[in-house]
């Protein structure tokens, strides 16, 4: 599979914006889906997952009721609604996809997934 990530962008703080992450197959309900970013000089860090079929989701606490993840699978396409947004949630963010045959649980750690995305620039202005 192959994932192409969109919707980043310049907002100010308080403001939203969704992310798309669209895969390449039609085999898109076999993954499990997370959602990390990476700010300049940090770690790549979890954001959101979500289970094949979009029954079981998983969050950050840091950004726990404030971001919804959601997948459409007549779509081929997850995505990573954010609202609320701070200063601090300023990073590069990337889609990702895991085999369910590889984990009976939602992955949070980014050497779990199998498949990554480019990237898309969300920069929150204060």
């Known amino acids: 599979v192959q994932l192409q990530a969109s919707g980043g962008g310049l907002v100010q703080a308080g403001g939203s914006l969704r992310l798309s992450c669209a895969a390449s197959?039609?085999?898109?309900?076999?993954?499990?889906m997370g959602w990390f970013r990476q700010a300049p000089g940090k770690e790549r860090e979890f954001v959101a997952a979500?289970?094949?079929?979009?029954?079981?989701?998983d969050y950050a606490d840091s950004v726990k009721g404030r971001f919804t993840i959601s997948r459409s699978n007549a779509k081929n396409t997850v995505y990573l609604q954010m609202n609320s947004l701070k200063p601090e949630d300023t990073a590069v963010y990337y889609c990702?996809?895991?085999?369910?045959?590889?984990?009976?649980?939602?992955?949070?750690?980014?050497?779990?997934?199998?498949?990554w995305g480019q990237g898309t620039l969300v920069t929150v202005s204060s």
């Open positions: 979500v289970n094949w079929g979009g029954s079981n989701t």
């Open positions: 197959e039609h085999t898109f309900n076999v993954y499990d």
């Open positions: 990702a996809a895991v085999s369910v045959f590889r984990s009976t649980i939602l992955v949070v750690t980014p050497k779990g997934y199998d498949v």
